[in-house]
């Protein structure tokens, strides 16, 4: 592939088989080129989508909620860590080999408890005396000898150690001038004084540097009074300046702001500006850590890279659109409210599907397309035509309709009539989920409109179900703040539709469709298409 980034090609919010048909194919289309596309889609897919991904052996296509980048989008550092046992001093060395300014802290369930930060480090050796009396006082003996590259000698479960540190310089007077007890002592090769210091002046743990062995009567004077004793790795100098790194960093660690991967970027910039530190560790939906997020990355990251296909209204669209990286857009809607930061590649075409001019750009870029994807074109072309009855049907439909036809092997009326009628919304479906599943928001004259429209075998049977389908639609017109609710049962076979109106611009909107003589919701003959028929009678009955 040419790029790593993913480019995102979606339809409409609430997908019909067009804007689903034309995703796959156009990603399709790219991939061919070297272009790593996603077909995606913005809603559950209704049964007509359904049952031609199924017939031609296609995955539904990822959900997409949102054109800004989450965390786990974007390029982040890794998850290196540490455990609360590590000590300072070797906190220090990694960051120093991996070059990092702060590490998460992670029990042994790989779950965060903790964070060190350079800043923190730092204060052990600028920060108050007193609170580095009290951390050596906590820090074990194997901490130590591990910070000072030592070995221990000897060690006690009852050592007595208060955190103070002294380091005796020999003089004519020995260890006479020294008050020891409980201290950290570091010593010399000075058998004599060691064994003063320990049976004596009460040291609470020797360290011995220079030294290669220790004579046995100080060994025993250790063991009866609870010394322990490491011989260092280092000079005095060293073995002085490492003792204060001993410490484990659970001592010391902060509980930091934790970033859940599946967060906004966005949203993580934001709190960063309220924070001091400059890395972030970020936690995948089980709390394990994924990775660390700084302000390179933010400074650095831009939102999705989509392409609009079978619509170009930011309404309709994924939330968050005009924030994305829009690249392309092919549509064949009106245009309303397209508007970008930088130019796009923007197809329009006057015909009466999507899939119609995704089929022509194969051609005109000589590209094979497969058998099951002719397939699924043709069910598109011939969903959004209704059949070549709606007025928004052109030659080129028909045409595109008969090449897609040929490179599936398919018959177009037998295959039209199997599949609406596979897929035709039944008598017994919920009425709440017939008036959700293909529907598109409008404003009109300052009217908040939606107009649904839903396939049934028979639109004049959709009367009996009055009662039933005029409650769902005026709760639907209270939950979503609607002026106007429009729902058209539409019926292939029947050639028409049933147009049911709810709201307070009803009674206003009702005169677009005139009943015959005694009847409720008469069929309207000749009406099924949404754009081009029914939206111009409402806009017109609405005075827009």
Wanted: proline residues 4%; charged residues 25%.
């Amino acid at each position: 592939m040419k790029d790593t980034e993913p480019i995102y090609i979606t339809g409409h919010q609430h997908p019909d088989t067009d804007s689903v048909a034309s995703a796959i194919a156009y990603a399709f289309f790219k991939r061919a080129k070297g272009i790593k596309a996603i077909p995606c889609r913005l809603g559950p897919l209704n049964n007509e989508t359904n049952y031609l991904l199924k017939r031609f052996g296609f995955e539904a296509p990822m959900l997409l909620d949102d054109a800004r980048k989450q965390i786990r989008e974007i390029e982040i550092d890794p998850p290196d860590f540490i455990t609360p046992e590590t000590t300072v001093f070797e906190t220090l060395q990694l960051m120093n080999s991996l070059d990092r300014q702060s590490f998460a802290v992670l029990d042994d369930n790989y779950h965060i408890v903790g964070f060190v930060s350079t800043s923190d480090l730092a204060k052990i050796g600028l920060g108050d005396t007193a609170a580095e009396i009290e951390l050596l006082k906590n820090t074990s003996v194997d901490h130590i000898a591990e910070a000072i590259n030592g070995t221990i000698l000897y060690d006690d479960e009852q050592s007595h150690i208060n955190g103070k540190v002294s380091i005796i310089s020999l003089s004519k007077n020995r260890t006479s001038n020294y008050d020891v007890k409980d201290r950290i002592v570091i010593i010399g090769d000075d058998p004599d004084s060691q064994l003063d210091l320990i049976a004596n002046k009460g040291a609470g743990l020797l360290i011995v540097v220079w030294c290669d062995n220790l004579r046995e009567d100080v060994m025993e004077a250790a063991k009866k009074y609870h010394c322990p004793i490491i011989k260092s790795g280092h000079g005095s100098m060293n073995t002085s300046r490492f003792l204060y790194l001993a410490p484990p960093v659970k001592l010391i660690m902060k509980m930091p702001h934790v970033f859940k991967d599946t967060e906004l970027v966005e949203d993580a910039a934001e709190m960063m500006m309220k924070t001091r530190y400059r890395n972030y560790p970020v936690v995948n939906k089980d709390g394990r850590l994924v990775g660390y997020i700084n302000r390179f990355h933010i400074m650095n990251y831009r939102n999705k890279k989509i392409i609009l296909v079978d619509h170009n209204e930011f309404a309709q669209s994924v939330r968050a659109v005009e924030k994305a990286q829009i690249l392309e857009v092919v549509d064949h809607h009106r245009i309303s409210d397209f508007a970008t930061s930088q130019p796009v590649s923007f197809r329009n075409e006057i015909v009466g599907s999507t899939a119609t001019i995704i089929t022509t750009m194969f051609r005109e870029n000589q590209i094979p397309m497969p058998q099951n994807l002719a397939g699924l074109l043709l069910g598109a072309v011939l969903s959004d035509t209704l059949m070549f009855q709606s007025p928004t049907t052109t030659p080129r439909d028909r045409d595109v309709a008969n090449i897609l036809a040929a490179l599936a092997d398919l018959d177009i009326e037998t295959f039209g009539n199997e599949m609406f009628g596979a897929t035709a919304s039944a008598a017994d479906k919920s009425i709440h989920e017939m008036l959700i599943q293909d529907i598109k928001y409008f404003d009109i004259a300052g009217n908040h409109v939606m107009i649904s429209q839903v396939l049934v075998t028979s639109a004049r049977d959709m009367r009996n179900r009055r009662a039933e389908i005029m409650s769902e639609m005026n709760d639907l017109v209270r939950r979503k703040e609607l002026d106007l609710l429009v729902v058209a049962f539409s019926s292939i076979l029947e050639n028409g539709s049933v147009i049911f109106l709810a709201g307070e611009r009803a009674v206003r909107a009702a005169a677009a469709f005139p009943d015959k003589d005694g009847e409720q919701n008469s069929l309207q003959v000749g009406i099924l298409s949404r754009k081009t028929q029914i939206l111009p009678k409402i806009s017109a009955a609405l005075g827009a």
